[in-house]
């Protein structure tokens, strides 16, 4: 059932000066059910349309979920396996083995060297859902012959919570109604649909924030506040400032991708191993809040995971005690290994969270998920940088390579 929409302040930590964000409660399974192995999630896309997600982790990193867009679309299958490495247009192999001794190989389009994607044309999707909703057992086989069960323990439960979500949620337009509950509808033939009222949209900033490289041939990750209502675009690195462009945006969960002309970046961000994030995990981030003010090289703070969700149990974030200020917007936040955790967004406005409770609330600071930005790089077809290394960084280690990737970002006009 939709959850009232509930808003607090959040900073949004461009510089000079923050904007108010409304943050609210996104609707349907926002929180995210688990069931054994398995998690469902529930989110928003770009157009206001919600889409489904379950997913099944093993231990190794190695991640398999279904997606659904709705109920007259058929589901994709998602996979990521540290072990692959497809090479540019080829494809990666798996087969599913299911009870009886019934096999089916099927090809999963390759979205960078370790993710792809079964986008269900085949029959994939459908017989591996059907399996799992009929409690028979079923095992991904892939091309290095590493075997890995699907929990069926609770596999029918989640199947079956998986279908009633795809048809109250997936694909439909989510708006508000009277009394501020968000409703599922479908979208007006040839209409476009509906803005998303669930937040009050950030104001632009006119001087940018932060943003860090993730692919050697110029693109930059940022967030989309931090570029709003920008006429000029520039990346500020490597002692040079040059004009970038959109390359993708998704204002729903506020993240951007620009490409700067001509940019060469010898380091790029690595993304975690999805679902691997941990209450307690060091949280570093490296940016360049109150320009002008503070260095100009930039700043590395340090803190920690403080929850696996944002406010409101909001499951596209994580909340750390990391210190940001306005300027550290769209920064990277790396995890212990150095790879990414999640994109620095906001902060929990103090003083009118202390004129609502009366009391002052401290480092209460948020970040977009890693997982959040990887199906965001999926659907904008940009290569997702698996982990390079699984070992502990020292926190000189950890600056360096904040450093190395971090950009900051102006935006004027």
């Not at 054994?36 to 529930?42: A, E, H, I, T, V």
């Not at 940022?222 to 004009?243: F, L």
């Amino acid at each position: 059932m939709p959850y009232r929409l509930f808003i607090f302040g959040l900073i949004l930590l461009t510089s000079p000066l923050g904007a108010c964000w409304a943050a609210a409660e996104t609707a349907g399974v926002a929180h995210p059910q688990e069931f054994g192995s398995w998690n469902l999630s529930y989110d928003v896309l770009t157009d206001n349309k919600g889409y489904c997600r379950l997913g099944h982790t093993w231990p190794n990193g190695v991640f398999m979920e279904f997606v659904s867009f709705g109920p007259k679309q058929a589901p994709v299958i998602s996979a990521i396996n540290p072990a692959w490495n497809i090479a540019e247009n080829a494809a990666a192999t798996i087969t599913f083995e299911a009870d009886g001794g019934d096999r089916r190989t099927f090809s999963f389009q390759r979205l960078s060297s370790r993710q792809a994607i079964d986008p269900g044309a085949d029959g994939a999707v459908a017989w591996a859902l059907g399996n799992l909703a009929a409690g028979k057992k079923l095992v991904a086989i892939f091309a290095n012959d590493e075997r890995y069960s699907l929990d069926l323990t609770l596999g029918q439960v989640a199947h079956q919570k998986f279908d009633e979500c795809a048809n109250a949620w997936a694909g439909k337009v989510i708006t508000k109604d009277a009394n501020g509950v968000q409703v599922a509808s479908s979208a007006p033939p040839n209409q476009p649909a509906a803005p998303n009222t669930a937040a009050t949209p950030p104001q632009p900033s006119a001087t940018g924030g932060t943003g860090f490289a993730f692919t050697h041939d110029g693109i930059i990750i940022t967030n989309s506040h931090v570029i709003a209502g920008c006429h000029a675009i520039v990346a500020v690195t490597q002692g040079r400032k040059v004009p970038a462009a959109v390359v993708a945006e998704d204002q729903t969960n506020d993240l951007a991708a620009i490409r700067a002309e001509g940019l060469t970046f010898d380091r790029v961000a690595s993304v975690s191993a999805p679902n691997t994030t941990a209450i307690g995990e060091k949280a570093v981030t490296y940016g360049f809040p109150l320009y002008g003010a503070l260095a100009s090289d930039g700043n590395f703070t340090i803190g920690y995971v403080s929850a696996l969700s944002g406010m409101r149990d909001d499951s596209r974030f994580v909340q750390i005690s990391t210190p940001v200020q306005p300027g550290n917007s769209g920064g990277p936040l790396l995890g212990v290994s150095g790879n990414l955790i999640g994109v620095v967004t906001g902060k929990l406005d103090a003083v009118k969270m202390e004129k609502i409770s009366g009391q002052l609330p401290e480092n209460v600071n948020f970040a977009i998920k890693a997982e959040t930005l990887s199906l965001f790089l999926q659907k904008n077809h940009i290569p997702l940088n698996p982990p390079v290394s699984e070992a502990e960084k020292t926190d000189v280690e950890l600056a360096a390579i904040g450093h190395a990737i971090a950009v900051r970002i102006a935006c004027g006009g």
